[in-house]
């Protein structure tokens, strides 16, 4: 017996997917490339879209994954709550969490992988999988939505999920200046986010008024001043690991204390641990035998 | 591979004795019948030869030596799960890494650390507190429970709150898996290209591999601290209260609430200054900068006062520890009125709260039973506590009834079969009723991706049927194994 229904719009969404022939969800397109060309002659499909139930006193939201990022920020903004996703203009949400890149603020706000508590999705034979549970704490049986974040849609096209919501936060504020990075997370509390190119830094507070404007004293202290915003960010994505260890051409952005780097040019990155990439093929074996789901796309590729 | 059982057990025994020392292979009948046991209610567990490996390669040995004797593992970190995860079921090979029990290292800059699985929740906290950091997830049974346990049941906390259960802290996991292969999943940078295998691993209660090292994230101790207590009249207030703090657009720390016997229970054992005469407590933890800090506790007196509450705020470090100190004695404190209890652990919508605990109450005098509630109600994790005396004849009928009712009340309110404690032997037949067919063939495909032979730890997690490998283990499971 199956507890939870799943509404029509998600049996259409998985009508429509099937069970044959190659087969992608496309989102807004945003960040199409990430991890590889999908395959011509791939039928693509859109997952449903809107926000399918929000409670605020619950601190989760219901939406379909084909809704844009900033459409349902705008919703929760009214209820003075956010969602821990990028606001990629254009990007949906389903796209977001299939290609799982954190937003610079992953540093003080947590990993994006952590914002999904459930998804349904069209697995590879066509019907609907259930992976997690509604409420903000859950270990009924495997975690199933770690995996599908940053799956690029390999394992099933995910068509409606609920996510975890956080108060926005009444103060905020960017400072940079040429500072050390390390000396500043280590007397901040709780920075939402340190980025360095090698000789500047930015950084972000949020939090109470009154914290904000006491940790930008502390700051300002260090040698940082009021900015804007943050730069933009080379085009990329590289572990800072590989960073220390070679020379590089072109700029780079170290994302402090989350691993993560942007650079302009990319270079080779090492091959994964044998070891690592069976457990990918075992999983995708598993998952989609047959190759159909999202064909091309490699989310080992992904950076 | 079919598991198969073997009679007598001096081959493998031998076999094992070349990978440790003798003296860290145990298959005394004592010492397996020690091991048949966790710190839940399952009994009739049957352990084969007991491994108290020190090292990786060593846990890759026991693993090899298990395959070739066709046997299942078991790995058994403190051995305090609630829910019969490390249960042994046909005389596995248990594997016990208790001994593995170092920090490996610490880089405080970074807030990460590499520790080995035994190491105790608590003795982590305590071996970077000189560095200002602590380890955010924190069981009630801290003190002695192991991280690898942590891992193995994604363990939760009252301060998960605002900061997340242990998922949210583990960077990357080093597991032997039932290849004898060692593979690191994710990273300790915490940039790890492809599939999330690091999250798919946490939380799968030893069915996926043994985890022999752990890199977790650590949290700066916050600069302010206020503990709040707040005493009720009634538990619906106590529920509203705290649906209310959330609603407003707080997200304290930790939200703790306990109902009137438990908080008598608790008085008498500790004397952490409850009242006595309240319907329910709640504490109510707020952390951060203080600027932060002061209005949120002033916003949470005020909505407890709106709704009927009385408010107590802790005056020093002196008075929050022994707010906490009765809290945590909870467990502890029942045994001034029945020798036995069954804690429970399921979730349901924050906002169902008030609802679900007066079901409740409703199941347990249905049943002619005593409950008592203590739990992490900021995040709608409820813990009710069936009271009982095993020697009463009858009474685990009841018992089990009472919380077959409880689970399906939450799973009707929308709610979940496990918060924390995870699903093990416990609720694996619960899993149909949240589960759909397809649903559980997906998660028996993650297990499979990861031990195709379903060799770690079979018979958990996932229902009669959900695999082959599994139904021949349970078949032999010994009659008493079900409570």
Redesign the interface.
């Known amino acids: 017996?199956?507890?939870?229904e799943a509404g029509e719009e998600l049996e259409s969404f998985a009508a429509e997917v099937g069970s044959g022939g190659p087969v992608a969800v496309v989102g807004g397109r945003t960040r199409w490339e990430v991890g590889g060309a999908c395959q011509e002659e791939t039928r693509l499909v859109r997952a449903p879209a809107g926000v399918r139930g929000f409670?605020?006193?619950?601190?989760?939201i219901r939406v379909g994954a084909g809704t844009p990022v900033t459409e349902l920020d705008a919703v929760l903004a009214e209820a003075?709550?956010r969602v821990n996703l990028p606001l990629l203009p254009g990007a949906t949400v389903g796209g977001l969490l299939a290609v799982?890149r954190d937003d610079v603020h992953a540093l003080g706000r947590?990993?994006l992988?952590?914002a999904l508590l459930e998804a349904v999705y069209v697995?590879d034979d066509g019907?609907?999988?259930?992976?997690g549970?509604?409420?903000?704490?859950?270990?009924?049986?495997?975690?199933?939505?770690?995996?599908l974040?940053?799956?690029l849609g390999t394992?099933?096209l995910v068509g409606e999920v609920i996510l975890r919501t956080?108060?926005?936060p009444l103060g905020q504020q960017w400072l940079v200046g040429p500072c050390d990075p390390?000396e500043l997370?280590?007397r901040l509390?709780?920075p939402s986010s340190i980025l360095w190119d090698g000789h500047t830094v930015w950084v972000h507070l949020e939090?109470?008024?009154?914290?904000v404007e006491?940790?930008a004293e502390l700051a300002r202290s260090l040698g940082c001043s009021p900015a804007d915003g943050p730069p933009p960010l080379p085009a990329h994505r590289?572990?800072?690991?590989e960073l220390k260890a070679d020379g590089f051409p072109g700029s780079y952005l170290v994302q402090v204390?989350?691993?993560?780097a942007y650079v302009s040019e990319p270079f080779p990155?090492p091959e994964?641990?044998p070891?690592?990439v069976a457990?990918?093929q075992?999983?995708k074996?598993?998952?989609d035998p047959g190759g159909r789901l999202n064909p091309g796309r490699d989310?080992?590729?992904?950076? | 591979m079919r598991l198969r059982r073997t009679t007598g057990t001096d081959p493998l025994v031998e076999d094992l004795c070349r990978v440790l020392p003798a003296e860290r292979v145990r298959a005394a009948p004592l010492e397996r019948s020690i091991m048949g046991r966790d710190s839940s209610i399952f009994e009739g567990g049957q352990a084969g030869p007991v491994c108290f490996p020190i090292s990786t390669e060593e846990v890759q040995g026991c693993v090899d030596a298990a395959r070739r004797h066709g046997r299942a593992v078991v790995p058994r970190g403190a051995g305090t799960g609630l829910a019969g995860g490390a249960v042994p079921l046909d005389e596995p090979v248990v594997v016990v890494t208790t001994k593995m029990n170092r920090l490996v290292s610490l880089d405080a800059d970074q807030r990460v650390a590499w520790v080995q699985p035994g190491m105790i929740n608590l003795d982590l906290s305590r071996a970077v507190a000189a560095h200002g950091l602590h380890f955010a997830p924190d069981p009630s049974s801290q003190q002695v429970c192991s991280l690898g346990g942590n891992v193995g049941t994604n363990a939760g906390g009252p301060h998960c709150l605002a900061h997340g259960v242990t998922s949210a802290h583990v960077l990357a996991v080093e597991v032997v898996l039932m290849s004898g292969e060692s593979v690191v999943l994710g990273d300790a940078d915490g940039f790890a290209p492809g599939l999330d295998l690091r999250g798919a691993y946490v939380g799968s209660e030893g069915m996926m591999g043994i985890t022999t090292a752990v890199a977790v994230r650590l949290t700066p101790n916050p600069p302010a601290v206020q503990t709040i207590l707040l005493a009720f009249d009634t538990v619906d207030a106590a529920a509203q209260t705290v649906s209310a703090v959330i609603a407003d657009g707080i997200v304290p720390a930790a939200i703790e609430m306990m109902d009137r016997n438990i908080i008598w229970a608790v008085e008498n054992f500790v004397g952490a200054g409850f009242p006595t005469d309240a319907a329910a407590v709640v504490i109510v933890e707020v952390d951060g900068l203080p600027g932060g800090v002061e209005a949120e506790a002033d916003r949470v007196g005020e909505l407890a006062i709106e709704r009927g509450g009385r408010v107590r705020r802790a005056a020093d470090d002196q008075e929050r520890a022994l707010l906490w100190k009765g809290r945590k004695s909870a467990f502890g404190a029942i045994a001034q009125i029945k020798p036995n209890y069954y804690l429970h652990d399921t979730v349901v919508p924050r906002t169902r709260l008030a609802e679900v605990m007066n079901r409740v109450y409703e199941i347990v005098d249905e049943h002619d039973l005593q409950v008592m509630n203590v739990f992490h109600a900021g995040d709608g994790n409820l813990h009710p506590l069936l009271l009982y005396d095993r020697r009463e004849p009858g009474i685990m009928a009841r018992v089990h009834a009472a919380g077959s009712a409880i689970i399906e009340a939450s799973l009707a309110a929308g709610g979940v079969l496990s918060g924390e404690h995870g699903i093990g032997i416990e609720k694996r037949d619960f899993m149909q009723l949240m589960f759909s067919e397809a649903d559980l063939d997906a998660q028996s495909r993650l297990r499979r991706a990861f031990d195709p032979d379903e060799m770690a730890n079979p018979g958990k997690v996932l229902p009669t049927g959900a695999s082959c490998a599994d139904v021949n283990a349970l078949e032999k499971v010994p009659e008493g194994v079900w409570g």
């Open positions: 017996m199956a507890s939870r409670d605020p006193a619950d601190m989760t003075g709550q799982g947590g990993r992988r952590d697995a019907r609907l999988v259930t992976a549970g509604p409420t903000v704490k859950n270990v009924s049986g495997f975690d199933l939505c770690r995996l974040v940053g799956s394992l099933g956080w108060p926005r390390v997370r280590r509390f709780s939090g109470h008024e009154s914290d006491a940790e590289v572990p800072t690991g204390g989350t691993g993560s990155l994964p641990d070891a690592v457990l990918h075992r999983l074996a598993q998952f989310p080992l590729a992904a950076s």
